[in-house]
């Protein structure tokens, strides 16, 4: 399933007038137009391979129908939304749910629909069949070595095919931790989680990244052993200077400024970059932006500001990737308001005057600092939005325009109805 390029003009045609008067509008106010709708139109968020299908919760799955079978049918879905948004040209694998076979085909089906493989994602939080150790009491931290070896070799060898793909970093997020006090020697777990991401970090090619992801709880519920920023920072920091810290938004306690350790992460030039997803409670993995969009909007102010400062490109300089599951929603138009949140806070970023914000910084005026960040948060840059998707060969309204195409019914026709994507 593609989408052909004449398909979206015919419909843009249909909002072009309306688009234009609503560009204009807003167009007429933000002094770097050029600038903006450059940046907008080179970045590009990366979709996880886990994502395309329907999710689930302990309680039940429901399917939506029309999912992706194979990771051929993943990476057309990732085509589709790439066609629709141009702003999603890679797709990220976590193996073994994704396991690329014969990499030289798979690379060119994904470069006929213009992606790339971005990080590849290890797994030793579960089983698999046919292994010969358990990860039930973790994996890189476990008291027997024999563990950690088997854990260290799955490593080595997602490496590998991340290599076979083209890929540039290996993100680990390790489940390890304990459920109850008592469990486990908190000193010993970080040693040996240390040793084992050495091992691996010294089988990383020259031009390779390793981005170490925490979280605080879940699946254990007492201690995880990479829990938070400053333990995933003391690892990267040890490691050397190909390893650095990955922020995905569920994984913090409610209340933590994000944005704070975002600033300090990046001054230490030890950001690794992203999983996007929203939460209210834990690590909910709703879309992005639709528990709070303002959050999201400080974050790209610190890096906006943050990447400026030391002269780094936004598009390149730090990993863009979604890690989000979708119960209730069509898979597909979920990635695609993600992708849209993001483009907007980013975008809001872009407005911030930073020059006037610097002077109210300094004279501690905190109202006009406030005023600053309000007013462009508070601005509909929606039809910027547009317009560089546009001017890309994109869509004006990637979700109204999937609707409209009819995409998933086709999927369903093609595909059937009641359809498990592979890996979850
Ligand atoms: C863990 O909660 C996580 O955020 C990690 O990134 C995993 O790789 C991913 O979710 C698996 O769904
Ligand atoms: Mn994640
Ligand atoms: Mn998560």
Do not use: C
């Not at 810290?245 to 230490?268: A, F, K, P, R, Y």
């Amino acid at each position: 399933m593609q989408i052909e390029k004449y398909k979206i003009d015919e419909i843009n045609q249909q909002h072009l007038a309306k688009h234009r008067r609503q560009f204009e509008f807003v167009a007429a106010d933000v002094a770097n137009l050029d600038l903006v709708l450059q940046k907008l139109g080179a970045f590009n968020i990366a979709i996880p391979s886990w994502a395309l299908g329907t999710g689930g919760t302990r309680f039940g799955r429901f399917s939506g129908g029309g999912e992706p079978r194979s990771l051929e049918e993943k990476i057309e879905d990732v085509g589709v939304i790439h066609a629709l948004n141009k702003s999603s040209n890679s797709i990220s694998l976590h193996i073994p749910w994704d396991i690329p076979e014969n990499a030289a085909s798979i690379k060119a089906l994904a470069a006929q629909v213009g992606l790339h493989f971005d990080a590849v994602n290890s797994n030793t939080f579960q089983d698999q069949p046919n292994q010969k150790h358990s990860y039930k009491y973790g994996s890189l931290h476990h008291v027997d070595k024999a563990v950690r070896k088997q854990a260290i070799e799955h490593n080595i060898e997602v490496i590998k095919y991340g290599v076979q793909l083209d890929s540039k970093a290996l993100s680990v997020w390790l489940s390890d931790g304990s459920n109850f006090p008592g469990q486990l020697n908190f000193r010993r777990a970080f040693q040996n989680t240390q040793e084992s991401l050495q091992e691996i970090y010294d089988a990383l090619p020259d031009d390779w990244k390793m981005w170490i992801e925490y979280k605080p709880y879940e699946p254990n519920f007492y201690s995880t052993t990479i829990g938070d920023w400053g333990q995933s920072y003391l690892l990267a920091s040890k490691l050397g200077a190909k390893a650095s810290t990955l922020v995905d938004l569920g994984h913090h306690l409610q209340g933590t400024n994000i944005e704070q350790i975002v600033s300090i992460l990046l001054m230490e030039g030890k950001l690794a970059g992203f999983h996007f997803n929203d939460s209210k409670y834990g690590d909910d993995d709703l879309t992005v932006g639709s528990i709070n969009p303002y959050q999201l909007f400080l974050i790209f102010n610190e890096l906006v500001e943050g990447m400026d400062a030391r002269g780094m490109n936004h598009a390149k300089d730090i990993g863009w990737m979604i890690d989000a599951s979708h119960n209730v929603k069509d898979p597909i138009e979920d990635l695609l308001q993600s992708v849209q949140a993001i483009k907007i806070a980013y975008a809001q970023a872009l407005l911030v005057d930073k020059n006037t914000l610097v002077t109210a910084q300094n004279n501690n005026d905190v109202t006009l600092a406030q005023e600053i960040l309000q007013t462009a948060y508070r601005t509909d840059v929606r039809p910027l939005i547009a317009e560089a998707s546009l001017l890309a060969g994109g869509s004006i309204d990637p979700v109204g325009t999937y609707r409209k195409l009819n995409v998933r019914a086709n999927l369903i026709k093609e595909r059937g109805l009641k359809t498990v994507a592979t890996g979850l």
